[in-house]
Each structure stands twice: as structure tokens, then as C-alpha cells.
């Protein structure tokens, strides 16, 4: 039996890509319940559509920067609550800051008062603009703390900072997740970030924005495999930060031909200023995913794009699907 079954979860940020996606895991595990907490700042109550057939799912409507609690028994607190695209935190600076530093310590508390394993979802930007490559756990970053950048940049630090905390000064058993570029389905095509937007432009028969001249690089993760490091992590008991993503190093234009090529042809090439301080390269380097949680990433990107392509043309077809009857979404403040 897998340490999932029969346990009692929180997900900060269950209505988001990823949190969706994790909510479904976690009940494919069997755990007894899994309870969802979003304020959908930038999540949206379909990606829940699934989860909320199951009876041993909640959704809760609640900002985790404000109190919140629970009763009964919890086993995980996992944080995934952030604006995570370069688009949303440039327009929710404040928001980010906030979830990343209030709602980080919400959440911990609620691990502390009950026991269980907080995860705490991080990011490779916490590497910045990396001068070393690629990224091992060790390197400690080059982040500009006043950039555009820097709302989540230093959220996500601070985030780290106060996990670590916790687990000195409270013994809170806590994870940490370093994630890279990670993509598929559940995306929102209008979340600026690449493979949504040249998903999006090919579908449209638009050109492909490239930033730059697009030799910057990237390593994109199937949302599966991401998923499924996570949760190995959760259940490990490594609390130093562990890297999760795909090795596969690619420059964005070359991420554009593998789209084309993906499509079947299509769409041209327009260049665009390249943002400020976008990071010039990254590669998670996974020796330690490998060695502690016996994991590597399955899914080739050119199966995780057609995956991805397939739910962007549904979702273009029929821009508004229907939502569910038994639709739950509670009014906060948790209790
Ligand atoms: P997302 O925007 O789809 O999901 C984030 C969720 O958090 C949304 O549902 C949003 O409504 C919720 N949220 C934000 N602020 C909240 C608040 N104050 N209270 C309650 N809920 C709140 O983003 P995602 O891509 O699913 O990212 C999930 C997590 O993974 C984030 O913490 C992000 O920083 C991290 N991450 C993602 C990637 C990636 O490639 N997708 C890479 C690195 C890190
Ligand atoms: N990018 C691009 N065109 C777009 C969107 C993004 O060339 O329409 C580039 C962006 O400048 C960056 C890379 O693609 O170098 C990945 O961007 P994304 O926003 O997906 O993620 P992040 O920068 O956070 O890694």
C-alpha cells in the first residue's frame, strides 16, 4: 500500500495546473480525503470539474494569506498557492509577496499544530539568472531583489527561508520542491507563459512570439512527471530542496520548430524584446531526484506537447465548457 492511501490532505492552491493535477493524484492514491484551498486568483473551478465527482473532495473558496483551520486530523500541507506565470505576477506583485511570505506561514502553522509533512512548492527562479550550469541544489542564486522579476523571485526565497525555520525552531517535517519549467494540460492559454502561447499562436494560424533572438534556454516537464516527483518527495524523508524537472536543455527557438513540428507545420517567427532579466539559461541538474527518490522524468516532449495541443484545440472548440452540477465551492474562512 502506497503512504498516500487512507490520509487526510490540504492543497493551498488546488484549483491551479498543477494543484489540480496533484488533487487528482492524491485520490488516485487513496487518500481518505483532499481538500483544496483557493482563493482562484489565477486558478479556475474547472480544473476541478474531475476531483469533485469524487465524494472524498473539497473545495474550499479562501485567500490562505487570512487564518484559516482545520478540524480533525491533517497528514499533508501541500503549498502550491502562487501566481507562477511572468504575466500574473507582474500584474499581482503584491498578491505574490503576500501568498509567498503570509500564506506560506499559514500553511506551516497549520502543519505544526497538526503534525503533519508541509511541502513547500519552489521554483528554479530561485536560482535567478544563473551563473552556474546547469542548476545543482547547492547554488545559492543570482536574483535581482528589485527586478520585475523580484516579486516572486524573493517571495519564493523568502518562502524557503521560513520552511527551513519551521523546521528548526518547530520541527515541522517539511519538503521542498525546486520546480522547472513544467507544461500541459490545464494551462491557461492566456497565461503568457511559452508553450501556452505558442500552443495558442499555432492554433490560431499566428506567428510565434520569440523573446530575444531566442537563444535562451529551457527544460520543459510533462506536468505527470512533475507530479509524480512531487509526491515521491512528500512521502521521502529528504528535507533538503530537491530539483524536479526535465534535463532536456533546449533554446526557445528550438522549443518553436519542435511546436511546428508538432502541428505539422505552420506558423513563422517574430521577434520580440526579449523581458528584462529573463534568465538567460536553465537545466535542473536531477542527480539528487534520482538518487534520493528513485525518480527521472518519463514523458518525451514530443508526447507531452500532442497531449497538450489535443486539450488546447478541445478548449478553443468549445471555449466555455460546462461546469458540473455538483459543483461545492465553500465561503471562507476554513474551519
Ligand atoms: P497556477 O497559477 O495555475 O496555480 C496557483 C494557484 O494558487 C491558483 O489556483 C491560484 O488561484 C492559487 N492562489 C494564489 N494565491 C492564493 C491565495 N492567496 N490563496 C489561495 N490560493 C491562491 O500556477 P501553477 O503553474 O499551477 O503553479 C503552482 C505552484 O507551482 C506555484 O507555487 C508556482 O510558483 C510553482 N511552480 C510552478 C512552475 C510551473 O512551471 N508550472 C514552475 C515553478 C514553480
Ligand atoms: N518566451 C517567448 N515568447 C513568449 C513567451 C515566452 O520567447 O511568447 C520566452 C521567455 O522570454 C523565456 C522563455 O520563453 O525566455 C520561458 O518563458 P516562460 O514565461 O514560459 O517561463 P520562465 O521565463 O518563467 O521560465
Redo the contacts with the bound molecule.
Sequence with gaps: MNRIHGKRIIV??????????LCERLLADGASEVV?????????AR?LVEPRKDGRFVSLH?????PFAFEGPVDFVF???????PI?YAQ?PI??L???S??TENGLRLAQNKGAVFL??????IYGDPLVHPQREEYWGNVNPIGPRSC?DEA?RY?EAIVAAYRRAHEVRTRI???????GP???LN?G?VVPAFVGQALRGEDFTVFGDGSQTRSF?Y?SD?IDGIVRLAVSDVEEPVNI?NPREMTILQFAEAVRAAMGGGSRITFQPLPKDDPKQRQPDITRARQLLGWEPRVALEDGLRETIAYFRRLTEHSDPPRTSNTRVDAGPVV
Excluded at 479562501?62 to 487570512?66: A, G, K, L, P, Y
Excluded at 503549498?79 to 506565470?85: G, T
Excluded at 513547500?120 to 527562479?125: D, F, L, V
Design positions: 493551498l492552491g488546488g484549483a491551479g495546473f498543477l494543484g489540480s493535477h483544496s484551498v483557493d482563493n482562484f486568483i489565477t486558478g479556475d480544473n479562501h485567500d490562505i494569506t487570512e503549498n502550491m498557492a502562487s501566481p507562477a506565470s500574473d499581482l498578491e505574490t503576500r501568498v509567498g503570509i500564506g513547500q512548492a519552489s521554483t528554479s527562479e516572486y519564493k518562502g520542491v525546486r520546480i522547472f519549467n513544467t507544461y490545464r494551462m491557461r497565461d507563459r516537464c506536468v512533475l524537472g
